[in-house]
């Protein structure tokens, strides 16, 4: 596999802040989504509900598991535990959350995004919201890059 | 696949099947004790979800809205964002956007009667937006709310007044 030449100990310092920025940011936001979700799945469901994408039987067991998969997973982020399981499992959910909303943006539906409420706060989805997960997918990409294609970035190979 | 990658990779696997497992333990055992348990796998509609509070269906079929618009005996509030409302709405109807509902509610909802009959509406078979309404105006004492499912969309469909522009 072609690799990039070593980079100067700056550029290594630069990607390991990069890193360390990501995890904690990323971390943060999924600890702060789950908090109004674990308080009131009933409300989570309903947003899931709305999004029309699972069947009646998945919506509430999605709702009542996946706030403390995101709890878990951002506790995890933020301790830097299980990084490389935490790393593949939020880009798995981040593809996810962003997928629903892009598919609910194209299907025209009028709905809460319940990213980080369940209480209709936050307002409609729209492509603001849209970006703003992608840029959560650059964010937990880049983590996936440096813990497991490490010499693609011109790093050496992590060890754990 | 090189082994350099391989060994994170088999190992990652591994701890995102034992975090899935336990995120879900702890979510299932944590509904278990909650007061009010949610059922794990329930029946979903747009009905279910129209009720209040106390279990009272608060939708409105598009006849008995429009009935009430002709004789003038509600007042309809658009729940969408204020974009939406520009673009077009039901005609004289007053734009309360649930996502700025604090900004809003003292200049637009402060001088209703609580009995006045209150109809929100938003658009899409899903959309929650007008439900959420109807339920904050129930819980700031007006007695007399429902909610028109679909209700622009229904609204053009049954060729009802409207009015494009800003309110």
Known sequence: ?160 | MPQKLSKPLIKGLWQLVIIVISAAAIGIGYNYIRNKPLVLVEGWSNQNQLFDKTGKDISISINEAKYHFEKKTALFFDARDKESFDIGHIKEATNLPFQDIDNYFMELVGNIEPETLIITYCDGQTCNLSHELALFLADMGFVNIRVLVNGWTEWKKANLPIEPGPF
């Open chain 1, 1 to 160: 596999m072609k690799t990039v030449r070593q980079r100067s100990k700056r550029s290594l310092l630069i990607f390991k802040m990069m890193y360390h920025l990501c995890r904690l940011v990323l971390g943060s936001v999924l600890i702060y989504a789950s908090i109004d979700k674990i308080v009131d799945p009933a409300a989570f469901g309903k947003i899931i509900f709305s999004y029309q994408l699972l069947p009646d039987q998945m919506i509430n067991i999605t709702a009542i598991v996946l706030p403390w998969l995101e709890l878990v997973v951002g506790i995890l982020l933020v301790f830097q535990l299980w990084m490389p399981g935490t790393i593949m499992l939020i880009n798995t959910l981040f593809m996810v959350f962003t997928g629903a909303i892009l598919s609910a943006l194209l299907r025209g539906l009028d709905i809460n995004c319940g990213c980080f409420s369940t209480s209709g706060g936050e307002g409609s989805i729209n492509m603001i919201t849209f970006f703003r997960d992608f840029s959560f997918i650059v964010m937990a990409f880049f983590l996936l890059i440096f813990t497991f294609f490490p010499q693609k970035i011109g790093m050496p190979f992590q060890k754990d």
